[in-house]
C-alpha cells in the first residue's frame, strides 16, 4: 500500500511536468485525490524525500525534490564501509565501478575536448603542477579536471553518476585508508590523459585513463587498508 502511494504521487509529478522546486498539493488535497489516510500520504511523502524526490518544508508545504545523486552517495559509501569491514576489497570495487566507466567513456571524447573549454581544462593541469611542486595534488582540482573533461559529452545525468562515484569513493578513502601518492607522477598522468584525447588517439586515451587508475589501485592496495 504505501509503496502504491509513493508511485502515485510520483506519477501526478511526471503527468504534470512538474519541475524541482515546484509546489505539490497539500496533505488534504492528496488524501482527497488518492483516497487514503493522512498518515498513509505522510509515510509516503516521507520516503520520497529520503530518496530525494519530494522536499517537505515544514510550515510552508511539500515540494517537488533536487532529485540528487545524494541517497545513491550514500548508499555507496555505507557498502563500501560496510563491506570494508567485513573483510571484503570494498574500496577496490568502488574504485574499478569508476574505471569501467571512464574507461568506457574516454573514446567518446576523443577529438572533442576543445568542445570542453580548454583554457579551464590546460588551467586546472597548471594547478596541479603547482600543487605538485609544493607537496601535493589537491582533491578538489583532480575532481574538478574529471568533471570538465567529461564535460564534453554533454549529458548531465553523467556527470551526476561520476560525481557520484567520485564523492563515495574519496569520503570512504579518506575514512579508511591512509593513501599516499607522488604528486609529480599525478599530475603528469593528468596531464597525459588530456593529450591522449586531444591527440584523437582513442586507444591512447585509454590506456592513459588505465594507467591513472592502475596507480590509484597500486597506491590502495600497498596502504594495507584491511
Known amino acids: 500500500m504505501a509503496r502504491d502511494i509513493q508511485e502515485r504521487i510520483k506519477k501526478l509529478i511526471i503527468d504534470q511536468r512538474l519541475p524541482s522546486g515546484a509546489s505539490l498539493p497539500t496533505e488534504t488535497e492528496l488524501m482527497e485525490l488518492l483516497g487514503v489516510s493522512r498518515n498513509s500520504v505522510r509515510e509516503a511523502l516521507k520516503a520520497l524525500q529520503a530518496m530525494g524526490i519530494v522536499e517537505i518544508r515544514h510550515g510552508f508545504g511539500t515540494y517537488v525534490g533536487p532529485m540528487s545523486m545524494a541517497p545513491m552517495i550514500e548508499g555507496l559509501t555505507f ?104 604528486p609529480k607522477i599525478t599530475c603528469s598522468q593528468h596531464r597525459e590523459i588530456l593529450a591522449a584525447v586531444r591527440s584523437g588517439d582513442a586507444v591512447r586515451a585509454e590506456q592513459a585513463i588505465r594507467d591513472h587508475f592502475g596507480n590509484i589501485r597500486k597506491r590502495l592496495r600497498s596502504s594495507n587498508v584491511h
Open 79 to 182: 557498502r563500501t564501509v560496510a563491506g570494508h569491514y567485513r573483510g571484503e576489497d570494498s574500496l577496490l570495487q568502488l574504485l574499478e565501478l569508476r574505471e569501467a566507466v571512464e574507461t568506457g567513456l574516454i573514446s567518446r571524447l576523443v577529438g572533442r575536448a576543445p568542445e570542453a573549454d580548454p583554457a579551464e581544462l590546460d588551467a586546472l593541469v597548471e594547478r596541479m603542477t603547482q600543487e605538485a611542486a609544493a607537496g601535493a595534488v589537491r582533491a578538489e582540482t583532480d575532481r574538478a579536471f574529471h568533471a570538465a573533461l567529461y564535460r564534453g559529452l554533454d549529458n548531465p545525468l553523467l556527470s551526476e553518476v561520476l560525481e557520484a562515484f567520485w564523492d563515495a569513493f574519496h569520503r570512504v578513502r579518506t575514512d579508511l585508508a591512509d593513501v599516499h601518492q607522488d
